[in-house]
């Protein structure tokens, strides 16, 4: 009678072990991941900010007596 058990077991013994292709995050998720990584860093690096200027305006002060 031959063996009929898979000879590629888990550490288990109980499940078929997993190619590397199946290993780990599906496809879509991986890609989702990069994405928002690299989102994460264009955002980290750009900061967003502007440089500042200064704001220079003459006000109008009211007479003083003497």
């Not at 000879?7 to 989702?32: D, I």
């Not at 989102?39 to 003083?64: F, H, K």
């Amino acid at each position: 009678m031959p063996n009929l058990r898979s000879k590629s077991l888990s550490s288990s013994g109980f499940e078929p072990a997993r190619s590397a292709g199946q290993r780990g995050l599906p496809q879509w998720a991986a890609a989702t991941a990069v994405v928002v990584g690299g989102l994460l860093a264009l955002a980290w690096i750009d900061g967003g900010e502007e440089p500042l200027r200064p704001i220079a305006e003459d006000v109008a002060l009211p007479e003083q007596p003497q």
